[in-house]
């Protein structure tokens, strides 16, 4: 079974509103955290977010909020007034355990692109 | 301060020869990761060092993939009798001591005839 999923290959938002991409995760951990990174075209993977799963409180991070939903494992990231350079590929990631040395899953990424 | 940096940033190969791909991680982070990224897939795990010594490298695909990284710092991802299969960005990432986030590097593209 897939780690991570995310369903939508591509997203379009227009430049200002609000856009929420999906992830799911599948661990039978208790103790996990989820992560998304941006990749531009430049391919370096840039971190926006972190949400632990003991947090109570979804994370939020600047014009990016992580709405975390832990019954139904889901981690979807939510980007406010979106901004041309905000149009990218967008991958979720878990690590399993408390250890901050454990290995990403990654999922496949959604591809971002905001309108002018 | 300096991010992750990798070299080459591009490296052509034919297949059977050997390649080894750099990565010169955040100073100070005690944690060092390599992935692989094929294209239209997010990143797979290969191998994560905590100091000199490989702490898990359950990723690696086969024994031609093997790293080091002697002094805890520089790491070197050595790949032996490339296969065109390897085609992929190869990607680097380390973490500091505690920290929850992963910091990557540009990555290095292997293309391999």
């Known amino acids: 079974a897939q780690k991570i999923t995310q369903t939508q290959p591509g997203m379009f938002v227009q430049e200002k509103e609000a856009v929420t991409l999906d992830c799911t995760y599948d661990?039978?951990?208790?103790?996990?955290?989820l992560f998304w990174y941006k990749q531009p075209s430049s391919g370096e993977m840039i971190f926006l977010i972190y949400q632990g799963s003991y947090d109570e409180q979804n994370a939020t991070e600047g014009r990016y909020s992580l709405n975390f939903q832990k019954a139904r494992k889901s981690a979807n990231l939510v980007i406010s007034a979106s901004q041309l350079g905000d149009s990218a590929m967008y991958f979720c990631a878990m690590r399993e355990g408390l250890g901050t040395g454990n290995q990403f899953y990654f999922g496949t990424g959604t591809s971002l692109t905001v309108i002018p | 301060g300096a991010g992750v940096s990798q070299t080459p940033s591009n490296k052509v190969t034919e297949k059977g020869k050997y390649v080894e791909l750099r990565c010169d991680p955040i100073?100070?982070?005690?944690?060092l990761y390599w992935y692989r990224q094929s294209l239209g897939q997010g990143p797979e795990f290969l191998i994560y060092f905590q100091g000199t010594g490989a702490a898990d490298d359950s990723g690696l695909p086969n024994d031609r993939f093997f790293a080091v990284r002697p002094e805890g710092s520089v790491s070197t991802l050595k790949i032996q009798r490339t296969e065109r299969g390897d085609s992929a960005v190869y990607l680097c990432a380390s973490s500091g001591q505690g920290a929850q986030e992963q910091y990557f590097g540009p990555g290095t593209r292997l293309t391999v005839t």
């Open positions: 661990t039978s951990d208790q103790s996990y955290g």
């Open positions: 100073s100070g982070h005690t944690a």
